[in-house]
DNA sequence: TATCTACCATGAATATTATGAATTATACTA
DNA sequence: TAGTATAATTCATAATATTCATGGTAGATA
């Protein structure tokens, strides 16, 4: 068994992906680089790496062992690359970030050039998306920021700092709909980013069951700004991160409509593979995340 | 930094052995191809791997942090190999077993008879020396069997026995020396292992100071063997591990002389890197080895 | 069922990379 | 200073990886 990293690289870039093409894609050569390089390994593993279980593409036993194994080995490699360039002070490497559209678009890329001017050897790219945990999984993503509760073998999760939400709604609106109690809500027109609104959890678990209204009117919405920008329309009232609305507030352009309300907090985390976690590259990003505070966030 | 196995193959070789042409032999390419793959690798790590120290080839920073990633990496995907072979029923690999002269010869070898047996996918290699450690740590060996005790970074030890040892003399030199009490054997030419006699010393730290001998006549033989057949020769008494001299005790060739006394005993320990105490074929071993009792030597 | 479409496998041609033989360079030794 | 052991070079060649062009297959679509 005479292994080869260009084979490895093949194999795992087609076990992450579960496309030959898509992996050939994400290695830059073509299809048929790929599929002669895994052909070769798995001959000379003496087993086939991957199998067709109902036209899908999926890893045999051997397989999961191999990619078990290449796993443990690019990380250890990628470190070693990383020490080796630390070491004679040049900090390099990629970190591929991603995080939720709004937080990402808003916050994120302004807070962060900070350290990108700290770390010039060190490039990140930004991803923005609502679907971060696949991405991550399949290292599209290196780390990602999210409030969502993600559990995964092999993920590492570090609080970084808690947000809290807002019920917003235009001046008119609130006129229109009489809203006084959170009850008054079950008669509005709802914007949520779930048409099941789930997107209002923590509204709801914020209060008594007997004051809890229920929801007849759900407006989906996909992006937090789309909500905003809804609201102030005058479309419905919408749940938000407080941090989205400063400025919202502020201009009195919206109302936060249960200021008194003691709403339950998510936390952000930072989510990462654990064999990552070693990276200096993501120490330092990691070190210069968990100084971001929440006043911090709403100076910026 | 296109890594590539090959070249970190040539570069984990060198780093062991320090020696370029060596490390071609142990590869089985010329010198030549060792140093084109270290010097690429080097460039495009970006750094020199190694240096020279007095003549010496050694390890620069960054190729020790490569040699670490290195020994990781080779662990990794060797233990991966083995894996992916016994899921489809297979033991594979080869195991270089390193013991003393006098043990590997006359027990290890008939004593694994078993085990060859029973795992015949598993090649097992001897090597029967009196220097172990090096080679063990420099992977020329995989697994050794010794009584020394060693002591190093990265080594995991199991014991395994423990063996006695006998004061040894023939019939006639005994007479002839007059030899009743241990003072006696300052006067006597003794058989050692080192000219420095420190191979007596479970035999001098068993007696209470006093009864100490002095060795005035010390004579070197390299192995065990020799210095039995030297003992039965009457060239002087001997020191062995009493499982070596069973049968001449039996056949009255030798004699034990001093049958009541407690010697300090010594214990038989397997040694390996703790990279690779994972792997499934060292692990039979163990387990194989550790079934071996005294008397099941003895019977040998 | 015929026809797409999106895949992956294969074979031959080509580009790239590793290796070997021979030689030169270097450093230590006597 | 020559002698020895070792590593680096150079260049020709062998081995390997990649592409290009093509064929095959399964699932979806009409």
Not at 109 to 132: A, C, M, S, T, W
Not at 135 to 146: Q, Y
Not at 215 to 241: Q, S, Y
Request: with cysteine; proline share 3%; aromatic share 10%.
């Amino acid at each position: 068994m005479a292994l080869n990293l260009n084979q490895l690289k093949a194999f795992f870039a087609v076990a992450q992906t579960l496309n030959y093409t898509e992996a050939a894609r994400r290695l830059y050569v073509t299809q048929s680089a790929v599929s002669h390089a895994v052909a070769t390994l798995a001959k000379s593993a003496g087993d086939d790496l991957f199998g067709k279980a109902g036209g899908r593409l999926a890893l045999t036993g051997s397989g999961k062992i191999l990619y078990k194994a290449c796993e443990a080995v690019f990380y250890e490699l990628e470190r070693a690359e990383e020490q080796i360039a630390a070491a004679r002070g040049r900090n390099t490497g990629t970190i591929k970030l991603g995080a939720t559209v709004e937080f990402g678009t808003t916050l994120l890329v302004k807070y962060l050039k900070g350290f990108i001017k700290k770390n010039p050897g060190v490039h990140v790219d930004f991803q923005f998306r609502h679907e971060l945990l696949r991405p991550l999984l399949n290292d599209e993503l290196d780390l990602v920021i999210d409030c969502r509760n993600h559990k995964a073998e092999g993920l590492e999760k570090t609080p970084l700092f808690r947000e809290d939400y807002a019920v917003i709604a235009s001046r008119e609106f609130l006129r229109a709909h009489k809203v006084r109690r959170p009850q008054d809500l079950g008669r509005c027109p709802v914007l949520s980013m779930d048409k099941a609104g789930a997107w209002w959890g923590n509204f709801l678990g914020a209060l008594p069951a007997a004051e809890r209204p229920e929801f007849k009117n759900i407006t989906e919405l996909n992006h937090i700004r789309a909500i905003i920008n809804a609201a102030m329309e005058g479309l419905g009232v919408g749940f938000v991160p407080r941090y989205c609305v400063l400025k919202e507030f502020k201009a009195r352009t919206l109302v936060n409509v249960f200021p008194q309300l003691k709403l339950l907090e998510d936390n952000f985390y930072v989510y990462q593979k654990t064999g990552k976690a070693g990276l200096e590259r993501h120490r330092n990003l990691l070190g210069y995340l968990k100084n971001i505070k929440t006043a911090q966030l709403e100076r910026a």
